[in-house]
């Protein structure tokens, strides 16, 4: 779920930086309010809130991350360069609406004059922790501009484990960018391990593994015992639950209570959103305790062309043959990759060179027709501009007829192909930006996009 806070003051500097992130808080009965200041921009926050067995007995340890988009800030100008102040207010509710807990946090950012600004900004990383008993809270979260006074609130419904209880029990699942095992202390160090949170849940092609940390309480453990294990199961799965890849590992107990972080390869996944589940066994016992924890995947090497199958088939078949579009939809699943790149080189205008100039030139249409054609409940290739604009490139030009009296309705674009000697009239009735295609100057309306002889 996204969020917007409003930005804007007329003496200060704004940089055009949009990054984005996902906000990770399931928001299941939340509310949000916002501070209004002179202008709206809309900007993404993510929050993830973990729990692991706490220090004092009888409590639980609540850990909560919140990343602050620094290009969301407000900069005023300096001596030396610009700088935003921002403040982080967290309370914590009882179901009786008692506070129980608070914590403020307030920093700055500083970028320097001489720099460019895009190579200083870094989102800062806000960290609160809690000792709390187990049960059910409300948290409320505000995050402030201190430069503009602008700010974003929203409330979470949490419960806290405990984790005191007997039988084996396993932590939330903390995902994070990296771990190493450390002797220094730190905010981040747990265990003797840092660990760097991927607050958003979102990895990119260039992040080859999964990093999980976890804690696991209540083991069976026995220094007389010579078979001290449990085994961990790793099992990611996609949106619709089918199980894209499982790792499976035995580790030694080194005491009744361990915690451990693991890498797990997902440098081939396509973009999309995924489920981590973790399950421990303990082999003395055979006690099973589960988790999961949701991530996404960016990964523009496989986009257009694997997130979505039949959504792939569905553009495939302005360019492929209706046998193509047969073959590829009755591929196995884990053929399907293989399936799309045996169609392309088999479609390569220049086979044994590295470019495919047909599949370069027809993502390159489909990528424009999304930019610039889609409409409310459309994608831009689903429309009938997207779907000529794909089967016959850029019009030699454009004519656009707008109605000379309000009383007339629609408007009207014409898409002249001269070497095709053909003309497409498309109509908007309502004036809303949603054109359909109206008439065509030719007979011939089943002309088809040619695989080995492109139309321009």
């Not at 922790?129 to 006074?149: C, H, I, W």
Request: with cysteine; proline share 4%; hydrophobic share 35%.
């Amino acid at each position: 779920m996204r969020t917007t806070i409003f930005i804007g003051r007329k003496e200060g500097v704004r940089f055009c930086l949009f990054l984005f992130v996902l906000l990770f808080v399931c928001f299941s009965g939340t509310g949000i309010s916002r501070g209004i200041t002179d202008s709206e921009q809309s900007v993404n926050y993510c929050m993830d809130f973990l729990t692991f067995q706490g220090y004092d007995k009888d409590k639980t340890f609540l850990e909560i991350f919140e990343q602050i988009p620094a290009q969301s800030l407000y900069f005023i100008k300096k001596q030396a360069g610009l700088k935003a102040n921002y403040n982080v207010v967290i309370r914590i509710y009882n179901l009786e609406g008692a506070e129980v807990a608070a914590l403020s946090h307030n920093d700055s950012i500083f970028v320097n004059a001489t720099k460019h600004p895009a190579c200083q900004l870094i989102n800062p990383l806000v960290r609160f922790a809690f000792q709390l008993n187990p049960g059910r809270y409300t948290v409320m979260v505000k995050s402030t501009d201190e430069n503009t006074q602008a700010f974003i609130q929203f409330q979470k419904k949490l419960t806290i484990p405990d984790y005191k209880k007997p039988g084996l029990l396993l932590s939330d699942l903390q995902l994070a960018n990296s771990i190493t095992n450390t002797t220094e202390e730190g905010l981040l160090v747990k265990n003797n391990k840092k660990i760097i949170p991927n607050v958003p849940h979102v990895y990119n092609a260039s992040q080859n593994l999964l990093q999980v940390y976890s804690e696991i309480y209540n083991l069976s453990f026995s220094a007389e015992n010579p078979h001290n294990q449990f085994t961990a199961t790793y099992s990611i799965t996609d949106k619709l639950g089918n199980e894209i890849k499982q790792f499976n590992s035995t580790f030694e107990k080194p005491e009744k209570t361990c915690s451990y972080g693991i890498g797990l390869p997902i440098n081939n996944l396509p973009t999309g959103q995924y489920t981590l589940h973790q399950t421990i066994r303990d082999l003395d016992t055979s006690q099973i305790v589960s988790k999961r924890v949701t991530f996404h995947i960016n990964n523009p090497n496989t986009d257009f062309y694997t997130q979505d199958f039949v959504k792939t088939l569905n553009q495939l078949q302005y360019v492929a043959s209706a046998e193509d579009i047969t073959r590829l939809k009755n591929l196995p699943a884990q053929k399907r990759i293989s399936g799309l790149q045996s169609f392309w080189e088999q479609n390569d205008p220049s086979p044994g060179t590295v470019r495919n100039e047909l599949k370069i030139e027809f993502y390159k249409r489909l990528r424009y027709s999304n930019q610039n054609f889609s409409t409310n409940n459309q994608e831009g290739w689903e429309t009938e501009q997207g779907k000529i604009y794909i089967k016959n490139g850029p019009p030699d030009s454009i004519k656009q007829i707008k109605p000379e009296s309000t009383a007339d309705a629609g408007i009207y674009e014409v898409w002249e192909y001269n070497q095709l000697n053909r003309n497409y009239i498309f109509v908007d009735n309502w004036g809303f930006g949603t054109f359909r295609l109206a008439k065509v100057t030719t007979n011939d309306m089943q002309h088809e996009f040619s695989l080995h002889q492109q139309e321009e």
